[in-house]
């Protein structure tokens, strides 16, 4: 039949989405020379030099680096060990808890994924202090028991094995598709389920374009409040769409020079990364611009970890060579 073409009203940008490809701009500057080996301090702007930013890249941020070298693409592709273990590591999005289960237990592997085990070295560390859980999201446990929370998550990834998950994922014909399995289960969330999807798309389990669906986390949605004063006929989703389909010219008009992710543009992931970003860069920049909730300070501080800052992708991407060719210039 005929399709009625209705012209949607367009969002109406605010002085926030302008500081929106500037930071975008500058922070990957700053990747970049860190990437170099570059001596810092890396940048001049007086916000991202003592305040903690994520790469305008979700896939280079420090924790999704490991994720994809050291979980995803370390070991067996079979699809029940990759879920198995990027999930295993994403419920707890910590670097130090992964490592230490694998010291306690050897490599994470079906055969040996065993409830009790992990739960009992996870509760050993919580005894004696330690955090197990990053504070990048808010964990809810994954069922109402008076169990502790990992124990939930654990009994979760388990039930997932026992219900062909990684099978229905493979069939799944779109990533909404793939999304809808992952949602269902208690404890994820629409926001984490987004999440540990990007993950598992990082593999070769799946191979979604990362242009085809997202899901806005509350940060995004606080920092698409403040670079819209008006959304127009667009719901958050669609904001970010809108977004990362016009980065060419919203750089370009705006004189900006940003240097990509060899030759991979900003996907629906990073530009919604980056309304998360921009949220906390606009209350120390824009401080009467109102987001969701009246947070007004940015938490984290910046600190460096490492001179030089890894940059390995997945495979299929097909940029890891020009990294390389990159660094020995």
């Known amino acids: 039949g005929l399709q009625v073409l209705v012209r949607r009203r367009p969002p ?15 922070r990957q500057r700053v990747f970049h020379r860190r990437v170099r080996g570059e001596p810092g301090p890396w940048t001049s702007d007086p916000v991202l030099l003592v305040h903690r930013f994520t790469n305008p890249y979700r896939a280079a941020d ?28 994403k419920l707890f999005n910590r670097i130090s808890t992964w490592e230490l289960l694998e010291r ?4 994470i592997a079906c055969e040996r994924f065993d409830v009790q085990r992990y ?24 069922s109402r028991s008076s169990r502790r929370k990992h124990r939930t998550h654990l009994e979760l990834v388990s039930s997932m094995l026992d219900d062909r998950l990684p099978e229905r994922l493979t069939e799944a014909r779109s990533m909404k598709a793939a999304y809808d399995l992952l949602v269902a289960y208690p404890g994820l969330g629409p ?11 990082y593999t070769a389990l799946l191979g979604f374009s990362e242009m085809e669906f997202v899901v806005p986390g509350p940060g995004a949605q606080s920092g698409l409040r403040k670079c819209f004063s008006d959304p127009g006929d667009y719901d958050g989703a669609d904001l ?19 240097q990509d992710l060899w030759g991979r543009p900003l996907h629906l992931i990073d530009c919604q990364n980056l309304f998360c970003e921009v949220d906390k860069y606009a209350r120390v920049v824009h ?7 009246n947070r007004t300070r940015i938490k984290q501080r910046f600190r460096p970890l490492t001179d030089r800052v890894p940059a390995w992708f997945p495979p299929k991407w097909g940029i890891n060579d020009r990294i390389a060719f990159d660094r020995e210039l």
């Open 62 to 89: 420090r924790v999704s680096q490991y994720l994809i070298r050291h979980v995803a693409h370390a070991g067996t592709q079979a699809p029940d060990e990759v879920l198995l273990r990027v999930v295993l590591f």
């Open 191 to 201: 926001f984490l389920a987004f999440q540990i999807l990007t993950d598992l798309n």
């Open 119 to 142: 739960d009992a070295v996870l509760s050993e560390a919580l005894d004696a202090g330690t955090r197990i859980y990053s504070s990048a999201y808010i964990m809810p446990a994954a």
């Open 104 to 107: 306690a237990v050897g490599p």
């Open 287 to 293: 401080p009467q611009v109102q987001g969701v909730g």
């Open 12 to 26: 109406t940008p605010t002085q926030v989405f302008d500081s929106y490809w500037a930071f975008a701009t500058e």
């Open 240 to 258: 970010i769409r809108y977004t990362t389909d016009r980065q060419a010219e919203e750089f370009v008009g705006r004189g900006l020079d940003f």
